[in-house]
């Protein structure tokens, strides 16, 4: 009969650390993401700056894509993005019928991308990239023609 009686408080006391240890699980910070996929995005962090980048250039990219070109004279071009070390990224051809909405979004682009080189201290080849001598309608595409006479 002793033998039971030490018995109880030991069954007493196991019960009383699992009802603790199953309440305290409950008072879990409600505040965060179950998935980590939906965390709040960092804004001041280098991925998601050059996220947004690539979301601009993308938009810009696909309004252009979305024209079909049959005459390369209602076309021109326009430099792109800026190297660290001066000079455009790259060039991009666009109908002149939309200039006046997409210069100014290329422009938006160039601007940021000069603030990200200098916020994040970004080095580039310092390539010099020539600016096209022509354009030239293919299959519906534009295409830029450049000095040595590869389309890019």
Not at 6 to 17: E, G, K, R
Not at 34 to 52: G, H, L, T, W
Not at 119 to 138: A, E, G, Q, R, W
Request: with cysteine.
């Amino acid at each position: 009969m002793k033998k039971f009686f030490i018995h109880i408080p030991a069954i007493a006391l196991c019960t009383t650390f699992t009802l603790v240890s199953c309440n305290s699980s409950k008072n879990v910070n409600t505040n965060l993401p179950i998935d980590i996929s939906e965390r709040p995005a960092d804004e001041e962090s280098q991925k998601y700056d050059q996220a947004q980048l690539d979301r601009i250039k993308a938009s810009i990219e696909s309004e252009v894509s979305g024209e079909k070109c049959t005459d390369a004279s209602e076309w021109t071009f326009a430099p792109m993005g800026v190297k660290s070390c001066g000079g455009p990224q790259l060039y991009i051809a666009y109908p002149k019928k939309i200039e006046n909405s997409i210069l100014p979004r290329i422009n938006e682009y160039t601007d940021k991308v000069r603030v990200f080189n200098e916020k994040y201290n970004i080095m580039s080849d310092c390539m010099v990239i020539m600016p096209p001598t022509s354009l030239k309608c293919v299959n519906g595409k534009v295409r830029l023609i450049t000095a040595d006479n590869n389309s890019q």
